[in-house]
């Protein structure tokens, strides 16, 4: 081995004569011998190890350099070493070697544990992300609790509507107790119920007057409310199974706060019955849609009861017809179309059949196809109508324009491609949203408002899934905005507890039916305003016959001169054809001036009895004349 180049500490004069320092030695002796080395230190590896260490230093190094090498410091004359093992190999060749021991390093302090938290009391379950999107065990469930929320709700907001009997509720209940007669015994049915009543006298009327027997008029206004709540269970229902639990629930719920629904749960009319025929044909629609084609057959029957209970319900038919179509287009693509023809082929077939066995229905021409026109304005039928049940058509609308753009709010991204097509999204929208139009422009056609209040409530059936649609858009995915469902409900509530106490005040007959009961028998005629009411009260001392309405008679006089409308009134008057005569003065204002003008300085009369009311409309009085 051989090295030119003298060790660091050769320039070092205080190095060089030391005579115990070998390095120096050796290095003067490799001077001669041209790289050999003639110490016999030379072959010690410790000195190796020095001589290794010596040249790996930086080239160049100057004396007072510091330099750095490896695990030692040397800056020519102190050699301070940290490692104890090299200070021992170097100290006897380095007379100024020291040796430093480094400080330990201090021991981390212990670090405290962090006190665990406390536990919390109550820890919610963990939630499905899906769980109001697939019609799960526990998304049923929660529905139901809900919906029977609702339906609670429901029932006290009809329940809390009071009054006496109506003029249409009197009207069928009796008619039902003489149709009973006419079924069991035989008896002949007084007046033409067939020609003029707005349903078949031997469906609705005879039920009612069944339970009027037992019950009396509360026990059929209860069934009005179940009937009611059957609707909303059933929408419900069909509702969840076209989309989901939440869109069910937004559906039941404004249907249940509107002023038909509401009206309807305490009135003893064919309207509760026709609307749950109509739901119940709706549902099983629905519910057959993946099943095969001939089951459809099975919701014509409910669809038939529902005209025949109420002639107007036929408005609704083809609706039925078009959404047994459009809820199975999906799954059978045109082979539909098969489906719609079948279910409104076995309609028309079932009306034949009731045509043929009941004979002709006037009814139907003079009460829904051929009325007579009134002269109320389309701009106030609209207006009414929008008042009755704009906030939910609306509703109904948004959820349609949101259902055309998008099947899905993105709770799960991965059924946005396999949601239904466009063409079926907006179809239904059309469909069930439109439907809810079909009473109002009927009614602007006929230019009247009669019934118009309790028949929007027919339409808003239909519409009243696209409205909970609309409703859970307007709440978000993962209900991220419910102020705003929950403010729709609400103000779809005041509206219809305030319209419904307004349309539901009728004079209260109470007082005036005591007083007449004294003056009544089965020999006498009676004339009264709204006649229903007091031959109801009093059907167990009168015959119906023996009462005269005010809306339309012929008289002949005692000269033999036949009279028609206000003058046949007048006339009968001043010939004292009856023996008690009961006016309001609102309802047909036209022959009560008649009758009135009549009855001025008439001797054979005198006023008995007044009596006050006061209903939505402002305050009223029966006045009651008894034959002298």
Same mark, same amino acid.
């Given at each position: 081995?051989?090295?030119?180049?003298?060790?660091?500490?050769?320039?070092?004069?205080?190095?060089?004569?030391?005579?115990h320092d070998?390095?120096?030695?050796?290095?003067?002796?490799?001077?001669?011998?041209?790289?050999?080395?003639?110490?016999?230190?030379?072959?010690?590896?410790?000195?190796?190890?020095?001589?290794?260490?010596?040249?790996?230093?930086?080239?160049?190094?100057?004396?007072?350099q510091?330099?750095?090498?490896g695990?030692?410091?040397?800056?020519?004359?102190?050699?301070?070493?940290?490692?104890?093992q090299?200070?021992?190999?170097?100290?006897p060749?380095?007379?100024?070697?020291?040796?430093?021991?480094?400080?330990?390093?201090p021991?981390?302090?212990?670090v405290?544990?962090?006190?665990?938290?406390?536990?919390?009391?109550?820890?919610?379950?963990?939630?499905?992300?899906?769980?109001?999107?697939?019609?799960?065990?526990?998304?049923?469930?929660?529905?139901? %609790?809900?919906?029977l929320?609702?339906?609670?709700?429901?029932?006290?907001?009809?329940l809390?509507?009071?009054?006496?009997?109506?003029?249409?509720?009197? %009207?069928?209940?009796?008619?039902?107790?003489?149709?009973?007669?006419?079924?069991?015994?035989?008896?002949?049915?007084?007046?033409?119920?067939?020609g003029?009543?707005?349903g078949?006298?031997?469906?609705?009327?005879?039920?009612?007057?069944?339970?009027?027997?037992?019950?009396?008029?509360?026990g059929?206004?209860?069934?009005? %409310?179940?009937?009611?709540?059957?609707?909303?269970?059933?929408?419900?229902?069909?509702?969840?199974?076209?989309?989901?639990?939440?869109?069910?629930?937004?559906?039941?719920?404004?249907?249940s706060?509107?002023?038909?629904?509401?009206?309807?749960?305490?009135?003893?009319?064919?309207d509760?019955?026709?609307?749950?025929l109509?739901?119940?044909?709706?549902?099983?629609?629905?519910?057959?849609?993946?099943?095969?084609?001939?089951?459809?057959?099975?919701?014509?029957?409910?669809?038939?009861?529902?005209?025949?209970?109420?002639?107007?319900?036929?408005?609704?038919?083809?609706?039925?017809?078009?959404?047994?179509?459009?809820?199975?287009?999906?799954?059978?693509?045109?082979?539909?179309?098969?489906?719609?023809v079948?279910?409104?082929?076995?309609?028309?077939?079932?009306?034949?059949v009731?045509?043929?066995?009941?004979?002709?229905?006037?009814?139907?021409?003079?009460?829904?196809?051929?009325?007579?026109?009134?002269?109320?304005?389309?701009?106030?039928?609209?207006?009414?109508?929008?008042?009755?049940?704009?906030?939910?058509?609306?509703?109904?609308?948004?959820?349609?324009?949101?259902?055309?753009?998008?099947p899905?709010?993105?709770?799960?991204?991965?059924?946005?491609?396999?949601?239904p097509?466009?063409?079926?999204?907006?179809?239904?929208?059309?469909?069930?949203?439109?439907?809810?139009?079909?009473?109002?422009?009927?009614?602007?056609? %006929?230019?009247?408002?009669?019934?118009?209040?309790?028949?929007?409530?027919?339409g808003?059936?239909?519409?009243?899934p696209?409205?909970?649609?609309?409703?859970?858009?307007?709440?978000?995915?993962?209900?991220?905005?419910?102020?705003?469902?929950?403010?729709?409900?609400?103000?779809?509530?005041?509206?219809?507890?305030?319209?419904?106490?307004?349309?539901?005040?009728?004079?209260?007959?109470?007082?005036?039916?005591?007083?007449?009961?004294?003056?009544?028998?089965?020999?006498?005629?009676?004339?009264?305003?709204?006649?229903?009411?007091?031959?109801?009260?009093?059907?167990?001392?009168?015959?119906?016959?023996?009462?005269?309405?005010?809306?339309?008679?012929d008289?002949?006089?005692?000269?033999?001169?036949?009279?028609?409308?206000?003058?046949?009134?007048?006339?009968?008057?001043?010939?004292?054809?009856?023996?008690?005569?009961?006016?309001?003065?609102?309802?047909t204002?036209?022959v009560?001036?008649?009758?009135?003008d009549?009855?001025?300085?008439?001797p054979?009369?005198?006023?008995?009895?007044?009596?006050r009311?006061?209903?939505?409309?402002?305050?009223?009085?029966?006045?009651?004349w008894?034959?002298?």
């Open positions: 081995m051989t090295d030119r180049h003298p060790p660091v500490w050769a320039d070092d004069p205080g190095l060089r004569h030391d005579p070998r390095a120096y030695a050796a290095w003067q002796g490799q001077q001669g011998q041209q790289g050999e080395w003639h110490d016999e230190g030379a072959q010690d590896p410790s000195w190796q190890y020095a001589q290794q260490y010596t040249y790996q230093a930086q080239p160049g190094a100057q004396q007072g510091v330099t750095d090498t695990g030692w410091r040397f800056d020519g004359r102190i050699s301070s070493y940290t490692d104890q090299t200070y021992e190999t170097f100290a060749y380095d007379p100024y070697a020291t040796y430093t021991a480094t400080e330990p390093r021991a981390p302090a212990p405290e544990p962090e006190p665990e938290p406390a536990k919390p009391g109550y820890v919610l379950p963990p939630v499905a992300e899906s769980a109001w999107d697939v019609d799960t065990g526990r998304s049923r469930r929660l529905g139901r %609790l809900v919906l929320c609702v339906l609670l709700i429901q029932a006290g907001l009809s809390r509507l009071r009054g006496t009997a109506f003029e249409d509720e009197a %009207l069928y209940v009796l008619a039902g107790h003489y149709e009973i007669g006419n079924i069991l015994h035989g008896t002949p049915v007084p007046g033409d119920f067939v003029y009543f707005s078949y006298p031997k469906l609705y009327p005879v039920l009612a007057g069944m339970v009027d027997s037992v019950a009396g008029l509360t059929v206004r209860i069934v009005s %409310l179940l009937f009611m709540l059957g609707a909303t269970s059933l929408l419900y229902s069909l509702t969840r199974r076209m989309f989901d639990v939440r869109v069910a629930i937004g559906a039941a719920a404004l249907f706060v509107i002023q038909s629904t509401v009206f309807l749960g305490n009135f003893a009319t064919f509760a019955a026709a609307i749950f109509l739901a119940l044909s709706a549902w099983i629609v629905v519910r057959t849609g993946r099943a095969p084609i001939a089951a459809v057959v099975l919701a014509a029957p409910p669809a038939f009861l529902a005209f025949g209970t109420k002639y107007a319900a036929g408005l609704y038919l083809p609706t039925l017809v078009v959404l047994a179509v459009v809820t199975a287009y999906r799954h059978r693509g045109l082979r539909a179309l098969a489906r719609g079948l279910f409104g082929a076995t309609l028309v077939a079932l009306l034949g009731a045509y043929l066995f009941a004979g002709s229905l006037g009814g139907i021409s003079q009460t829904t196809t051929n009325r007579a026109k009134g002269a109320d304005t389309a701009a106030m039928l609209l207006q009414h109508s929008a008042e009755w049940g704009g906030l939910m058509f609306l509703a109904a609308v948004g959820g349609s324009i949101a259902y055309a753009v998008r899905h709010m993105g709770e799960m991204p991965w059924l946005e491609q396999v949601g097509g466009r063409l079926r999204r907006v179809s239904l929208g059309v469909v069930l949203t439109g439907t809810a139009l079909l009473a109002p422009v009927y009614q602007v056609h %006929l230019q009247t408002e009669v019934s118009l209040f309790k028949h929007v409530g027919f808003l059936l239909f519409a009243a696209m409205a909970g649609l609309g409703m859970s858009r307007l709440v978000g995915p993962h209900f991220r905005h419910p102020q705003l469902g929950i403010m729709l409900y609400v103000l779809t509530l005041v509206f219809g507890m305030v319209q419904s106490q307004q349309n539901y005040s009728f004079p209260d007959s109470r007082e005036m039916t005591a007083i007449l009961r004294p003056m009544v028998d089965r020999k006498g005629a009676y004339l009264a305003e709204e006649h229903e009411v007091p031959a109801y009260y009093l059907r167990d001392v009168t015959g119906y016959d023996q009462w005269q309405g005010t809306f339309g008679m008289y002949a006089d005692k000269k033999g001169k036949r009279h028609s409308g206000p003058d046949a009134y007048g006339a009968a008057v001043r010939d004292a054809k009856f023996d008690v005569i009961v006016l309001r003065g609102t309802v204002p036209d009560d001036t008649a009758v009135t009549a009855l001025r300085g008439n054979h009369y005198r006023l008995a009895a007044v009596t009311f006061t209903t939505s409309k402002g305050d009223g009085a029966y006045r009651i008894v034959k002298r």
